[in-house]
């Protein structure tokens, strides 16, 4: 079964972020590269080296998706590849606290119950979700 930090972490780094839905179907048109699309929906979680061994690796959800197979041992080395290379081509990285992932969720969250609170629940991602969208 998952681990509670592992649901936490997993949570920080994917909901207060965009949702994919699917290429534009326009080849050359920015936005639509594997790179954009896995920066634009995920963030890592900053910490310091000695609290890796607690995130188990997870606060490097970018560079998880960016490279699934790369032993968790050379994520943090790997980040500083994609900082730069994010730097060269005018693309943004996300990463930020620990708090401030956290302060990033909630306000979409709070978002999304507003939205439902407004009856206008079918438009929030809790729906799409459900509905296995996006």
């Not at 896995?38 to 997870?58: A, E, F, I, M, N």
């Not at 060269?88 to 956290?102: I, M």
């Amino acid at each position: 079964p998952p681990r509670p930090r592992s649901a936490v972490q997993i949570t920080l780094s994917h909901f207060g972020m965009e949702m994919y839905e699917g290429t534009r179907h326009e080849l050359g048109k920015r936005g639509d590269s594997y790179a954009e699309i896995q920066l634009s929906t995920t963030q890592d979680v900053d910490c310091h080296r000695g609290l890796d061994w607690l995130h188990g690796g997870l606060q490097f959800q970018v560079i998880h998706h960016l490279f699934p197979r790369l032993p968790r041992h050379n994520l943090r080395a790997a980040r500083h590849a994609v900082v730069e290379f994010c730097r060269r081509n005018g693309l943004e990285y996300h990463c930020h606290s620990f708090v401030e992932c956290n302060r990033i969720t909630f306000r979409c969250l709070k978002e999304n119950a507003r939205m439902a609170g407004e009856g206008r629940f079918t438009e929030s991602m809790l729906w799409e979700g459900m509905c296995a969208q996006g």
